[in-house]
């Protein structure tokens, strides 16, 4: 009688009632208050990230190196996808049986931080480095006052190119470095109407990155601490996007973005080289270089509304965090520290995960890279006189920002509500959101 | 559930002589496994969501009790409703639409033709495979833009790109259609219930001057309507829980626009995604109402057209 869904359901929450017994619920929580020092025999931790294969191979590959350098540290690893991801980090969490070291992103960060689920980083500053980073950039790893990430990457945001469409169409791109939006929609509609809508332009950006940066450059901020202060005009602009773009004939139809929108890098129309241009981040250049079968492709810097402002940021990729119930923090803060300021492990690892945070690993990797590898490296000193103070980290609550921008712009695209109705909707939505988890 | 009340008769029979003592602890030993899931697994979790669903919840700080926020939240949440509303037309249209369809199918097999073991397998297929990831990944494809559907519109000459899954106004449908295509396990019960009508009926019917669209209408309906009843209210209960297929075919989003945001799915997001396990419990137990109230209205409703024999 119940299906599979439901028997599911009932198992996390009995999963939950034996853990939160067997922890004596709520003691579980806070940190676990051992000393921050190495222990002398044999330790075990445990690392867990969300990834694919190629992630999986080099982290083996970084973690066998790492217990080679120590030998009394065994490291034992775990990893699943995206969402699998968090549904058991928030079960783990529960039960007080989260990993050592885990994966962070910048949407769930400030939850587990304000949780007190994490470690404060600077009690192991004996064992890890955070100077290597940029300051703006290690800033956004502080939650409550507290260091509780460490950035292992950034994410820049701009637009790949793939110049071999551009090539058969033959079109040339402006100059990009100084160009407008409308420059943008422009060429992009022009690759649409030249190939008969067989390829089309781009695709308006639909994630909470491209907003944080549309609102920059619009003069106004996504967040301040808890609150919601992007004006509602300056939100509707962003989720009408798509829809005045499926009109300019930039994206070919409306569905085409929708169903952009929902797939995965080879199944896009971008990764099989049916799209002239991406706005993503840089170093989604060699997958989708690779998913489209040319090595012809470049970044260019995102279009800005006053071309030349400082409306950049270094946003981190990923961070690591070392779990507040660790029994071995510092030698989960060494393997951090490997991980993050390693010049070994920076060639293993490479720019799998974004562009190293470390700037002398980036330098490092950058001298040896090639073909699209060495574009994504170098495009941070092309952006670098455009980049501002860092924003904001996303508040506990609003950990489904990019799901719920998506939601909204397909009401607006499909006719269900006007632009600045969504703009206010969402605004509501996401403001109940945070109020109701803080 | 049936297994509760003859675990009750037993309990309580207990003291009549006609059983002896040994046999009642013979069947509690091997009524153990399931009584312990059935309390373990089913009964102390259901319980237990019950009263964290009177609690804000987020899985890791202990639950604190907020009466009943997480209800009177339902009645402002334009979400809740509308995952309700999505839920409920997919109910309405393809429950009718796979009873008939395996209604009419099980009355062809049965009249009885070469390699009927064949099409019967063959038609029950989809239903062992219909709940599946891979089937919802399929249908994910074959509604897509470059899908097999679009191609086989292109056969009549409807040239089109449009892609069926990404578009809110059709999404739900592809779903229904999916939900349709399980006929099997309906039309399999029906076949058995045919098999059940006696022949008598017919024969006699026929030499009446009744025509074959009056045969079915008065002996196969009424005779069968105890089976239509019970696989009515079996798909009800399913097709209200769907899950797999939506998260699959939206990647988990419900999506586009809120267009196939299933109950359970919206249930799933609140609780594991937003981490308001207060309010996914509350979500839950609404859910058990909902599904009692449509039950109890099936059974209501359905001694104006069931007929039992005896």
Redesign the interface.
């Known amino acids: 009688m119940f299906n599979r869904m439901w028997r599911r359901y009932l198992a996390a929450v009995m999963a939950a009632v034996a853990l939160c017994v067997s922890a004596a619920c709520g003691s579980s929580v806070g940190a676990s208050d051992v000393p921050v020092v190495p222990s002398d025999g044999d330790v075990t931790i445990r690392l867990d990230w969300w990834g694919g294969d190629s992630r999986v191979e080099t982290t083996e590959k970084a973690v066998a190196a790492f217990e080679k350098l120590h030998p009394n540290i065994h490291v034992d690893m775990e990893y699943s996808d995206w969402t699998g991801y968090w549904d058991k980090l928030a079960v783990q969490s529960a039960g007080g049986n989260a990993p050592d070291v885990m994966q962070m992103d910048e949407l769930y960060l400030a939850f587990y931080g304000s949780m007190g689920s994490l470690l404060d980083l600077n009690k192991a500053s004996k064992y890890l480095d955070l100077d290597g980073m940029d300051s703006s950039l290690r800033s956004m790893g502080v939650v409550e006052g507290r260091q509780v990430a460490a950035p292992a990457t950034t994410a820049q945001y701009g637009v790949i190119v793939n110049n071999a469409v551009l090539r058969e169409l033959g079109l040339t791109l402006p100059d990009t470095d100084h160009w407008t939006w409308s420059e943008f929609a422009d060429f992009a509609g022009q690759v649409t109407e030249k190939s008969g809508g067989r390829i089309i332009g781009s695709l308006a950006p639909n994630n909470g990155y491209a907003l944080q940066l549309w609102a920059r450059q619009h003069g106004d901020r996504l967040f301040d601490g808890n609150r919601i202060v992007i004006p509602p005009e300056t939100l509707a602009s962003f989720l009408k996007l798509p829809a005045d773009w499926a009109v300019d004939g930039v994206e070919g139809s409306r569905e085409r973005w929708s169903e952009n929108s929902a797939a995965a890098l080879n199944d896009s129309d971008f990764g099989k080289g049916r799209q002239a241009m991406m706005i993503t981040q840089a170093t989604m250049i060699t997958p989708y270089a690779q998913a489209a079968g040319t090595d012809d492709m470049s970044i260019v810097p995102l279009p800005q509304i006053d071309p030349g402002s400082r409306t950049m940021y270094l946003k981190p990729g990923m961070y690591w965090s070392v779990s507040s119930q660790s029994q071995h923090p510092a030698e989960a803060a060494m393997l951090v520290d490997y991980l993050i300021n390693d010049g070994g492990a920076g060639a293993i690892l490479g720019t799998e995960r974004g562009i190293p945070a470390n700037d002398g690993i980036r330098r490092a990797l950058a001298k040896d890279a090639t073909g699209t590898d060495r574009k994504a490296l170098a495009f941070i000193d092309k952006i670098r006189p455009t980049l501002g103070d860092a924003p904001s980290i996303t508040p506990n609550g609003a950990s489904e920002l990019d799901k719920t921008i998506i939601r909204y712009q397909q009401d607006v695209v499909f006719g269900k509500r006007s632009a600045i109705d969504a703009a206010h909707a969402m605004i509501a939505e996401l403001q109940e959101s945070i109020d109701f988890a803080s | 559930?049936s297994s509760f009340t003859e675990f009750g008769a037993l309990v309580k029979n207990r003291h009549r002589p006609k059983d002896k003592p040994t046999d009642t602890k013979v069947a509690l030993g091997f009524l153990a496994p399931w009584l312990i899931g059935a309390f373990?697994?089913?009964l102390?979790?259901?319980l237990?969501?019950l009263a964290?669903s009177f609690t804000?919840y987020?899985?890791?700080?202990?639950p604190r009790f907020v009466g009943l926020m997480n209800y009177r939240h339902m009645l402002a949440d334009?979400r809740f409703l509308s995952s309700l509303q999505v839920t409920l037309t997919y109910v309405v249209v393809s429950v009718p639409l796979q009873l008939v369809a395996a209604l009419a199918l099980a009355v062809v097999l049965d009249r009885g033709m070469r390699g009927l073991s064949f099409y019967r397998s063959a038609f029950y297929l989809p239903s062992m495979l219909g709940?599946s990831v891979a089937v919802a990944v399929l249908w994910k494809m074959v509604f897509?833009?470059d899908g097999l559907f679009n191609a086989f519109l292109g056969f009549f000459g409807v040239d089109t790109?449009?892609?069926w899954?990404?578009?809110?106004?059709t999404a739900n449908w592809t779903l229904v259609a999916l939900h349709v295509w399980q006929f099997g396990s309906p039309m399999v019960i029906f076949l058995a219930g045919l098999r059940q009508i006696p022949r008598e009926l017919y024969e006699a019917a026929s030499v009446d001057g009744a025509g074959k669209w009056r045969q079915f209408r008065s002996i196969t309906l009424p005779m069968l309507s105890p089976i239509i009843f019970f696989n009515l209210v079996m798909s009800v209960?399913?097709s209200f829980?769907?899950?797999?297929q939506a998260y699959v075919v939206?990647?988990?989003?419900g999506?586009?626009?809120?267009s196939t945001l299933f109950y359970?799915l919206y249930?799933?997001?609140q609780?594991?995604?937003?981490?308001?396990?207060g309010y996914?419990?509350a979500l839950?137990w609404i859910m058990v109402l909902i599904v009692a109230a449509l039950t109890g209205i099936n059974f209501a409703l359905s001694k104006f057209w069931v007929h039992y024999d005896d």
């Open positions: 559930m373990f697994l089913s102390i979790p259901m237990y969501s964290i804000k987020n899985m890791i700080k202990p334009p709940g897509g833009s790109s449009m892609s899954i990404a578009n809110p106004d209960i399913n829980q769907t899950f797999t939206s990647g988990g989003t999506g586009p626009s809120d359970t249930l799933y997001q609780g594991f995604a937003s981490l308001r396990m996914a419990s839950a």
